[in-house]
C-alpha cells in the first residue's frame, strides 16, 4: 500500500485540502432528508392530519451517503491529477537528445512510440532537464532533419503532439549531418527507433558513431520491426503477395487481405516467414471478377504505408470493344446480340461499346463484332493495322455475315448457311468436338449441352484444318482462328445470342472468350506523360487527397521513383487510369539497425510509462454518480425495471424477427418465380385491395389455364424495386388514394420492366366515374405514375390487338362497366408494338376474383353472368397479348386480304 | 386540419368503446349467469299473462274470474290464477368519477371496471328475471327485456370525463318506491354522503349501497416516506413514515364505514362492502338477495 502510494505524485496537491470538505457534506446530506415516493391515492382524504405524527425515518440511508463520499471523494482526487510514476529510467545529466525515427516503418506500434517519448518528457520535465528533439525523417515540407533548439521539456510538446509517421523512409545521413551541425555535447541520448536500417549502410553506421560520441545512448526499439509488402506478382490465376521482414529467430504470420477501392476484403491469405529468412509469399486466387476489383493488398493489422501495396492497370484487366451488327436491338435482354456477350465478358474486362473508330482511339486489347456486315474499306484497313499490332478481333457469323462476307475473316465463307435439326430437317442438332490440341481452347471441357443448329460455313481450304479452332462432332468448324502479326483474327461460326446455338448460354462460352482475350499482346502502357498526384498513402496506411507538397511524376518513373515527400506513394493520374507508386516496390529486403557502440537497449512497450490516474478517477465518479442517480429514482419509486422481466425476451425476438423478418418478406424468392410463367400484382399496402387482386388473378390464372393452352402458375404479389419484376408478362397495379408513390428504384424497376416488353394494368376501378367509386383514384394514378415512363395514350381503338388476341370482344368491361380503357397511341416497333400499359377502370380484379370455393365473391354491377365472362375474356385477351404480343395483329387486315382473294 | 381528423378520431374512440365492450359484457353476463342459477324468478301468484294455477272458487271472487272450460271437466268451479308479473323498476348507478380509476396493482381491476362489471351483471341478471333497469342520472327510461343489455353497456361504456363527474348519486327524478342500487367508494365526506342518500331517500326509494374499494386502500400497505396524492384534486398528504400511521388510517377507515352504514340504516338502506381482489360473485349475490329480500327471506326462515 505504501509502495503504491510512493509511487504516485500528484499535478496539482492544494486541490486535496477540499477532501477537508466532506465532512461538511455528509452532514448537509443528513439533516437533508430524501424527496418522498410519489403515490397517488383515492382516500388521501382519511390520510389528512396524520401527516405530523412521525417524521422520523426521513434519513438518507448510510450505504448511500457511502456512495456519495467515494463519489466526492474521486472527483477531487481525479482533480488533483495523480500520476503513477515508473521512478527514473533517463541515463545521465545534462541536456536530454531525443531522436525520433518518424518514417513509414514507425506507423505500427505509433501509440508506444509517442507513449515512450511523452513519458520520457514528462521525467525531463519533473527532472529539470532541458530536451531538444532530433527526427530523422524528411518532413512533409521536404526539410531535411534538423536538430531543435534544446528547450524545457514542456516547450516541446507542442513539436511531439503535431509528429506522425510519414509515409516515406527516414534518412539517417542527412540525420548525421544535422547533428553535425547542431554542436550538442554532454548530453544523454534517447533513441526511439524503428529497428530498420534504410540507407546506405555506411551513412547508417555514421549517425551511430555520432550519437555514441554525445554521451550515453538508449536505443527503445520494437521487438520485431515493422515488415513491409513488396510488389505483387500478378499471376495467371491470381495475385502473388510477396512480404519481407527482418530476419527473426521464431517464425512470424502475417496475414495480407485483399481489398477493394470501397475498403472491403475479399480475401485473406496466411504468410509465414520461417525463422531466419527475410521474406515469405503467397499467391492469393480471385475469380478475375474479384481479382479486378482490388484497389490494394494490405498486411493485416499492420498500420504503415509500408503495409499496403495500391494495384493499378497493371494488375487489372483489359479493355474489349464490342460492336453490333444491329445496334438498335443490340441489348435487348435474353435476346439481343451483345446481351449475352456483355454478361460473359463484363466479369473479366473493361467493356467499351463504339464505333471501329472510337474504339481504336484508345488501347484495347480485343474487339468483339456481332455479326457486322457494315465495315467500311477504312475501318477494314484500320482494323487489320491494329491486329497486326496484337489486337484480337473476334467476329460472330449471323445472317448479315453470311450474306455479304468481307475479307476480314480467317477463312472464306460459303454463300448461305446450313440448319441443323429444325422442323424440315432429319438432321439432329450438332454438338461439340473435343478441342484440337494446337487450339487456343485445348484443354476446356466440352459440356455435352451444346447444341448448334444453324451456322455459317468455311469454304474448304487446304488449311481449313488448321485453322479450325473448334468444330462439330461431324468435323464442321465452328470456330476458326487465324494469328495475323502479333494478334489474331476468330471467327465463330454462329451468332453471339441464342437464334443459332445454345453456346452462349454455356459456361464453356465465357471460357472461350476468356482465352481469346488473352490472346493479344494487351493494353500499352501509357507514355511520358505527367501523373498527377490523385490520392496518397498517409503514414499509416491511409488513402487520402495529396499533401500540397506532392508532385506529378511521370509515367514512365513511376515504376522506379522511391517515395518522398515530392512524391508519396500513392495514386497518381486520373480517376479513369490511374497508377499506383508503391513504397514496396522499390524494397528489397529489410536490414536490422546497426546499433551505437555501447548503447544500452530497451525494448519498445516494455517501460511501464507514467499513468495518469484522473481519468480513472473521474470516470469512477461518474459511474458512482450515476449509481446514485438510479438509487434517489428507486428510493422515490419513480423507477422501476423499465421493462417486465419476462416480456423483455419476448420483445427482444420479436423485434429480431421484425428486424430480420420485415426485409425477407418483401422478396419474391426469384427462383420460384422464374421457373414457371405467372401474373403478378403490385402490393399496394391495403391488404383488402391487395387480397381482391391476388383472388383476381388466381381467378384469370385458372380461366387462361382452362380455356387456352397457356399453363400460368400461381401469381405473386410483386413490390417494384425490391423484387425481380422480369419474370412475369403482366403486372396489375390497382390504384388506391392512399398509396405512397414508387420511390426511385421501384420507378427505375418499373421503366426497366416496360422498355424490357412487360405490360403493366394501370386499374383506377372507379369505372370512370371518380369521386363515388374509388375517391382520388385519378389523383393518386397521376401521383403514382411521376416518373414512369408512360407513352402518349389513347381510348382502345375498335382494331387493337386488344380487342382480338383471343376473344373477339368490343368492350372491356370489369366489375363495372363503361370506364375508359387506354393504351399507348404511337406503336413502339421495338416491343413488337405491344403497348407498355394498359390504363382501365372497371375493377377487373374484382371481377376475376375467385374465393376459396371457387365462387366470385364480388357482384358484378350492373350485373349478370355475361358481363363476367367478358371480363374474364378480356383477361384472356389481356394475358395473350403481353405473351403473344402483335400475333394477332395480322387479323386486323383479314377483311382486306379476304377482299383481294376475291377479286 | 382539426375539423378533418375529428371524425376520424371519434370513429377510432367509438372502435375501442366497441372493442371493449363485449369482454365487459360478456364478464357481466358469466358472473350473472353463476349468480342466477341459484336464484329463480317470482313464482308466485300475481298479475301476469302465464297460467300459474287452478284453485276452487271462493265467496267474494269476481265470476268474470271463474275457468269455465276447468269448471266444466268436474262438479266444482274453478278460478284460474296467473303467475304475478309485476316487474320493479331498478336504478343503477355507479360512481364514474376519477377517484375510481386507481389501482393499486397492475394484476386487479381499477375500481371503476369492478363496478361497472358489478352494475352491468345486476342488471343482466334483473333483466333476466324480467325487472325493468335504469341508469341512474342519465335521464334514461328503464328499459326491459335481455337484448337491452347491450344498451345498458354502452350507456356505460360513455362515462364521460371523469374529473368532471361527480363521485356522487345525482338527484334524479324517480318514481316514488323505486329501487336504487349506488355502486362506488363512498370516500366522500360523510355528511355529503348523507345529503346525497337524503335526497334519495326522501322521495322515497329504497336503495342499497356497495362499496367497493382496493386492497390497498384498506390496509395502506405503503412504507417510508410517501407523498399522498388525491385523483380528484383533494390535495396531498406527504406522511413522513407510513408505517406509523397504518393503523390510524385504517381505525379512520372503519369509522367512516360504520358512518357509511349508519347512513344507510337511517334511510333504511342496505350496506355492504366488496374489494376488488375478491370476487364479483360474492358481491354480485349479495346485491342482488338485497333487491329480492321479501321472497327469499322467508324461503330462508
Not at chain 2, 105 to 114: G, Q, V, W
Amino acid at each position: 500500500m505504501i509502495e503504491v502510494l510512493a509511487g504516485i505524485s500528484f499535478a496539482y496537491p492544494w486541490l486535496l485540502a477540499a477532501l477537508a470538505l466532506l465532512p461538511v457534506l455528509i452532514w448537509l446530506l443528513r439533516v437533508t432528508p430524501p424527496a418522498p415516493k410519489q403515490q397517488a391515492f383515492p382516500a388521501v382524504r382519511l390520510l389528512f392530519g396524520l401527516e405530523q405524527r412521525e417524521e422520523s425515518s426521513a434519513r438518507t440511508p448510510w450505504w448511500l451517503l457511502l456512495l456519495r463520499m467515494v463519489a466526492a471523494a474521486c472527483v477531487i482526487l481525479g482533480l488533483a491529477r495523480p500520476v503513477l510514476d515508473s521512478g527514473r529510467s533517463l541515463a545521465g545529466s545534462g541536456p536530454l537528445l531525443v531522436v525520433f525515427d518518424d518514417g513509414w516503418a514507425s506507423g505500427p506500434e505509433w501509440e508506444a512510440r509517442t507513449g515512450a517519448l511523452e513519458a520520457a518528457l514528462g521525467e525531463a520535465e519533473r527532472a529539470g532537464r532541458a530536451v531538444a528533439l532530433l527526427t530523422t525523417t524528411p518532413s512533409a515540407q521536404a526539410a531535411p532533419p534538423a536538430v531543435t533548439a534544446v528547450m524545457p521539456a514542456a516547450d516541446l510538446r507542442e513539436r511531439v503532439a503535431a509528429l506522425r509517421p510519414l509515409p516515406w523512409a527516414p534518412d539517417r545521413a542527412a540525420a548525421a549531418r544535422a547533428l553535425a551541425l547542431a554542436g550538442l555535447s554532454e548530453a544523454s541520448v534517447l533513441w526511439i527507433a524503428d529497428g530498420l536500417a534504410h540507407g546506405e549502410a555506411e551513412g547508417e553506421r555514421e549517425f551511430a558513431a555520432r550519437l555514441a560520441t554525445l554521451g550515453p545512448v538508449t536505443v527503445v526499439a520494437p521487438s520485431a520491426p515493422a515488415p513491409a509488402l513488396l510488389a505483387p506478382r500478378s499471376d495467371p490465376g491470381g495475385i502473388t503477395a510477396r512480404v519481407a521482414a527482418v530476419p527473426a529467430a521464431t517464425e512470424r504470420r502475417l496475414a495480407v487481405l485483399a481489398r477493394t477501392a470501397d475498403q472491403r476484403s475479399l480475401a485473406r491469405v496466411e504468410i509465414v516467414i520461417p525463422a531466419g529468412a527475410g521474406d515469405a509469399e503467397a499467391e492469393i486466387m480471385l475469380p478475375p471478377e474479384q481479382r479486378n476489383a482490388l484497389a490494394a493488398l494490405v498486411l493485416e493489422d499492420v498500420a504503415s504505408a509500408g503495409a499496403v501495396v495500391l494495384l493499378d492497370e497493371r494488375w487489372r484487366r483489359r479493355p474489349v470493344g464490342l460492336i453490333a451488327g444491329a445496334p438498335e436491338g443490340a441489348d435487348q435482354p435474353l435476346l439481343g446480340e451483345l446481351y449475352y456477350l456483355d454478361r460473359a465478358l463484363a466479369p473479366l474486362a473493361e467493356l467499351r461499346r463504339g464505333t471501329v473508330r472510337d474504339l481504336l482511339a484508345r488501347e484495347i486489347a480485343a474487339i468483339v463484332l456481332a455479326d457486322v456486315d457494315t465495315l467500311t474499306p477504312t475501318d477494314l484497313a484500320a482494323l487489320s493495322r491494329w491486329v497486326e499490332q496484337g489486337g484480337v478481333l473476334i467476329r460472330f457469323a449471323g445472317p448479315r455475315t453470311a450474306a455479304r462476307p468481307d475479307e476480314l475473316l480467317p477463312v472464306r465463307l460459303r454463300a448461305g448457311d446450313r440448319q441443323l435439326g429444325g422442323a424440315l430437317s432429319w438432321q439432329q442438332p450438332a454438338s461439340l468436338a473435343p478441342f484440337p490440341e494446337d487450339s487456343p481452347f485445348a484443354g476446356l471441357a466440352v459440356p455435352d449441352d451444346v447444341h448448334i443448329t444453324r451456322q455459317v460455313l468455311a469454304e474448304p481450304a487446304l488449311d481449313l484444318s488448321r485453322k479450325t479452332w473448334a468444330k462439330l462432332v461431324d468435323g464442321t468448324p465452328l470456330v476458326t482462328g487465324e494469328r495475323r502479326g502479333r494478334g489474331a483474327i476468330v471467327l465463330f461460326h454462329v451468332t453471339a445470342n441464342t437464334d443459332w446455338s445454345n453456346l452462349p448460354l454455356s459456361g464453356l462460352f465465357v471460357a472461350m472468350l476468356e482465352r481469346l482475350i488473352r490472346l493479344g499482346v494487351g493494353v500499352a502502357a501509357a507514355g511520358d506523360a505527367v501523373l498527377p498526384p490523385l490520392e496518397t498513402l498517409d503514414g499509416f496506411g491511409r488513402l487520402g487527397p495529396p499533401p500540397p507538397l506532392a508532385s506529378g511524376l511521370a509515367a514512365a518513373a513511376i515504376a522506379t521513383t522511391v517515395p518522398s515527400p515530392r512524391h508519396p506513394p500513392g495514386f497518381y493520374g486520373t480517376e479513369a487510369g490511374r497508377a499506383a507508386l508503391n513504397l514496396g516496390a522499390t524494397l528489397e529486403r529489410l536490414a536490422p539497425l546497426p546499433l551505437p557502440a555501447g548503447a544500452s537497449v530497451r525494448r519498445l512497450g516494455d517501460t511501464p510509462l507514467a499513468r495518469d490516474l484522473r481519468p480513472w478517477l473521474l470516470s469512477t465518479a461518474l459511474v458512482l454518480l450515476s449509481l446514485d442517480l438510479l438509487l434517489a429514482l428507486w428510493l422515490r419509486g419513480l423507477w422501476r425495471a423499465p421493462v417486465p422481466v419476462r416480456t423483455a425476451p419476448l420483445a427482444a425476438i420479436a423485434l429480431l424477427l421484425f428486424a430480420t423478418g420485415a426485409p425477407a418478406s418483401a422478396q419474391v424468392d426469384p427462383m420460384r418465380a422464374a421457373l414457371e410463367p405467372r401474373l403478378a400484382y403490385v402490393v399496394t399496402g391495403s391488404p383488402e385491395v391487395d387480397r381482391v387482386s391476388r383472388a383476381g388473378l388466381i381467378g384469370l390464372t385458372d380461366f387462361v389455364n382452362r380455356r387456352t393452352a397457356t399453363n400460368l402458375a400461381e401469381p405473386m404479389g410483386v413490390r417494384p424495386g425490391l423484387d425481380e419484376l422480369s419474370f412475369f408478362p403482366l403486372l396489375y397495379w390497382p390504384i388506391t388514394s392512399d398509396q405512397p408513390p414508387p420511390d426511385e428504384r421501384a420507378i427505375e424497376a418499373l421503366n426497366g420492366f416496360m422498355r424490357d416488353g412487360g405490360i403493366i394494368v394501370l386499374d383506377t376501378r372507379d369505372a370512370g366515374l371518380g369521386r363515388g367509386m374509388n375517391a382520388g383514384a385519378s389523383a393518386a394514378l397521376q401521383r403514382l405514375t411521376r416518373g414512369l415512363a408512360i407513352p402518349e395514350l389513347h381510348p382502345v381503338p375498335a382494331d387493337h390487338v386488344l380487342t382480338r388476341a383471343f376473344y373477339l370482344l368490343s368492350d372491356f368491361p370489369g366489375r363495372y362497366v363503361g370506364g375508359q380503357t387506354w393504351v399507348q397511341r404511337h406503336e413502339d416497333r421495338a416491343n413488337d408494338s405491344v403497348s407498355p400499359v394498359v390504363i382501365g377502370a372497371n375493377d377487373w380484379a374484382a371481377a376475376w376474383a375467385v374465393d376459396e370455393a371457387g365462387r366470385n365473391p364480388y357482384a358484378t354491377m350492373p350485373g349478370g353472368a355475361r358481363q363476367r365472362l367478358l371480363a374474364y375474356r378480356f383477361g384472356v385477351n389481356l394475358v395473350m397479348y403481353a405473351l403473344t404480343g402483335n400475333y394477332k395483329g395480322d387479323q386486323v387486315h383479314v377483311p382486306i386480304i379476304l377482299e383481294r382473294l376475291g377479286q | 386540419m382539426r375539423h378533418r381528423e375529428a371524425p376520424a378520431a371519434s370513429a377510432r374512440r367509438a372502435e375501442q368503446l366497441a372493442a371493449r365492450l363485449p369482454p365487459l359484457l360478456v364478464a357481466a353476463e358469466r358472473v350473472a349467469a353463476t349468480v342466477a342459477q341459484g336464484v329463480h324468478g317470482r313464482r308466485r301468484v300475481g298479475q301476469g299473462d302465464s297460467f300459474w294455477q287452478f284453485r276452487p272458487f271462493l265467496a267474494g271472487d269476481p265470476v268474470s274470474r271463474i275457468d269455465w272450460r276447468q269448471s266444466a271437466k268436474s262438479d266444482r268451479t274453478f278460478v284460474r290464477e296467473t303467475e304475478w308479473e309485476a316487474a320493479q323498476s331498478v336504478w343503477l348507478w355507479r360512481d364514474a368519477s376519477a377517484g375510481m380509476r386507481w389501482r393499486s396493482s397492475p394484476r386487479l381491476p381499477e375500481k371503476a371496471e369492478r363496478a361497472e362489471l358489478l352494475l352491468l351483471a345486476l342488471a343482466s341478471l334483473l333483466l333476466r328475471g324480467g325487472e325493468r333497469v335504469a341508469l341512474l342520472g342519465l335521464g334514461m327510461r328503464p328499459v326491459s327485456g335481455r337484448a337491452m343489455i347491450e344498451l345498458l353497456a354502452q350507456a356505460v361504456a360513455r362515462r364521460g370525463d371523469a374529473g368532471s363527474v361527480s363521485a356522487l348519486p345525482p338527484l334524479a327524478p324517480l318514481p316514488a318506491h323505486a329501487r336504487v342500487v349506488l355502486i362506488g367508494d363512498f370516500l366522500s365526506p360523510l355528511a355529503d354522503v348523507q345529503a346525497a342518500i337524503g335526497r334519495l331517500a326522501a322521495i322515497p326509494v329504497r336503495g342499497h349501497l356497495l362499496q367497493v374499494l382496493d386492497p390497498a386502500e384498506e390496509a395502506l400497505p405503503f412504507r417510508g416516506r410517501v407523498r399522498f396524492e388525491g385523483l380528484a384534486r383533494e390535495g396531498a398528504a406527504l406522511i413522513g413514515k407510513v408505517e406509523g400511521i397504518r393503523s390510524d388510517y385504517q381505525a379512520r377507515l372503519a369509522a367512516h364505514q360504520d358512518g357509511l352504514k349508519a347512513i344507510a340504516a337511517a334511510a333504511g338502506w342496505s350496506f355492504a362492502t366488496h374489494r376488488t381482489d375478491h370476487t364479483p360473485e360474492a358481491a354480485l349475490m349479495g346485491l342482488y338477495l338485497a333487491l329480492a329480500p321479501d321472497r327469499l327471506r322467508g324461503r330462508a326462515a
